[in-house]
């Protein structure tokens, strides 16, 4: 902790190591979804953001409502806040889209359906130790360095992550039902 009782980022030096890009995950479509579509996935992504563990932001403990964004590629739910530390990630690691303002196709709700934020947390926060811990309500509010440095260091640099990439991890996954959430 720092003298102003703020907590002193302890990711930085991890962000030094070499940048991987997701490219082993999935590839994600791209088409634009027609109105019928876009309405038929809008009503799964309202149960799904109701399910537990979708409920709160993937990468901080802020409550969802049916205003939240979400990473596409990576299955995780996440808030306003946190969407726009993913936007800055860039394209190639984190696909930040809208609940409400984007309009849905099948291959992206697929996806958020595969994994959502309990089987994401599984895999991205699998060597998470509770001396790391993650940022607290008041680091998202705040988009502090705590918070920034975390989700740099959770997808860019991949410092929790389980050993398999994504798509095999997944894979050997799906048999097994997902994580209940903490």
């Not at 739910?77 to 309009?103: A, E, P, T, W, Y």
């Not at 811990?133 to 975390?150: C, I, M, W, Y």
């Amino acid at each position: 902790l720092r003298a102003s009782g703020r907590r002193v980022c302890t990711y930085d030096g991890l962000l030094a190591q070499k940048p991987r890009t997701m490219s082993q995950m999935p590839s994600m479509s791209n088409y634009k979804a027609d109105a019928k579509e876009a309405d038929r996935n809008r009503k799964r992504l309202m149960a799904l953001i109701k399910r537990p563990g979708n409920n709160r932001c993937a990468d901080c403990p802020a409550r969802l409502a049916q205003n939240a964004w979400a990473s596409v590629n990576l299955g995780s739910f996440i808030c306003f806040q946190c969407s726009g530390i993913h936007r800055n990630l860039g394209v190639h690691i984190s696909k930040v889209r809208s609940l409400n303002l984007d309009s849905w196709n099948d291959d992206w709700v697929a996806q958020m359906e595969r994994w959502g934020n309990a089987r994401a947390a599984a895999y991205w926060e699998a060597r998470l130790g509770p001396q790391e811990g993650r940022p607290s309500l008041e680091d998202s509010t705040e988009q502090n360095d705590v918070h920034k440095a975390f989700i740099r260091a959770k997808y860019e640099g991949r410092r929790w992550a389980a050993a398999a990439q994504p798509a095999e991890w997944i894979a050997a996954s799906a048999a097994a039902p997902a994580p209940t959430p903490a």
